[in-house]
């Protein structure tokens, strides 16, 4: 799935990284945890969650994703959208909460293949 | 390449907005020397977790990496309040954190069951009173 598509799933507004929207994600990840977050390899991933900080955005980091959704309208502040640009990671904001965020992405396909059995 | 390139650290403990600069840098550092992106991912998670342990539990830190020819060691030194049980703290989910901690995306009780998981090998040497250091190695 394109990020493109997920901000149109997600009605989402892009904060920074407009150029990117043709990057492929392939898997999606949904937690305030940063340690759950981290615990799981999964390449080309997008975070969801309504955790707004500057590890927000080095834990998406560390793990390659490529793009964090924040949701509940949550917005990045001006260092964290620097960081993100550093680290080429796209960054929107949705209105909808983390359950139907995730049910959309899901229900469209993103990560179903990875089991978690 | 013969003598290891070795990096150091302080990482601040009074500042939470800063933790993790310290990984993100020698995330940014590896890369520029060419190693494999699953190699850095291993040592830049797990110093990353390490990190982070050391500014909410034990006032910060200190952190040195050494990269040598057959392998990356990650050293964490603090003086904080030491791990008491450290059978108990290496248990997924078992964490002491509070809710302002919480409130901050950590607290999970997955940071050192995650620095073992993404390490070829992991030592914590630690104190109660005295500080904690966290010896870990990811084999080239
Ligand atoms: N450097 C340290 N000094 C003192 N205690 C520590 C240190 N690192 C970890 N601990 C103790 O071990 C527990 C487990 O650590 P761990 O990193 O697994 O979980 P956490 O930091 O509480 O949560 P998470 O890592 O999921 O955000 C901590 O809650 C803390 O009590
Ligand atoms: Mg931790």
Redesign the interface.
């Known amino acids: 799935m394109k990020i493109r598509e997920i901000k149109d799933l997600l009605q989402a507004e892009i904060v920074c990284g407009e150029d990117q929207l043709d990057r492929e994600v392939i898997s999606a990840c949904c937690s305030d945890m940063m340690s759950d977050v981290l615990a799981y390899v999964k390449d080309q991933g997008v975070l969801l969650t309504g955790l707004v900080n500057a590890q927000t955005i080095r834990t998406a980091g560390m793990m390659d994703m490529v793009c964090i959704v924040f949701v509940r309208d949550k917005r990045p502040t001006d260092s964290m959208i620097e960081l993100a640009q550093e680290c080429g990671i796209v960054l929107m904001y949705t209105a909808l909460r983390a359950y139907e965020a995730s049910g959309r992405l899901y229900h469209a396909g993103l990560g179903r293949s990875t089991s978690h059995e | 390449m013969n003598e290891p390139i070795r990096f150091h650290f302080d990482v601040d403990g009074e500042n939470f ?5 310290a ?2 840098t020698v ?1 940014k550092r590896l890369r520029q020397l060419g190693y494999p ?1 699953d190699v850095i ?1 291993k040592v ?2 797990a110093m ?2 390490g990190e ?1 342990n050391m500014v909410i539990h034990a006032h910060g830190g200190e952190a040195d990496i050494e990269v040598g020819k057959s392998e990356i060691v990650i050293i964490l030194r603090d003086k904080g309040p030491g791990i008491a049980n450290v059978d108990l703290a290496m248990q997924e989910g078992y964490s002491t954190a509070r809710d302002n901690i ?1 409130a ?8 050192l ?2 620095m073992k ?1 993404y390490t070829d090998s992991m030592h914590i040497d630690t104190e109660v009173g005295v500080g904690t250091t966290i010896t870990m190695k990811v084999l080239l």
Do not use: T
């Not at chain 2, 907005?17 to 600069?21: H, I, Q, R």
């Not at chain 2, 901050?104 to 940071?111: E, K, N, Q, R, T």
């Open positions: 907005s800063s933790a993790g600069e990984s993100v995330k992106p991912r830049s998670v990353y977790e982070i919480r901050l995306g950590f607290g999970a009780g997955m940071g069951p995650n998981k």
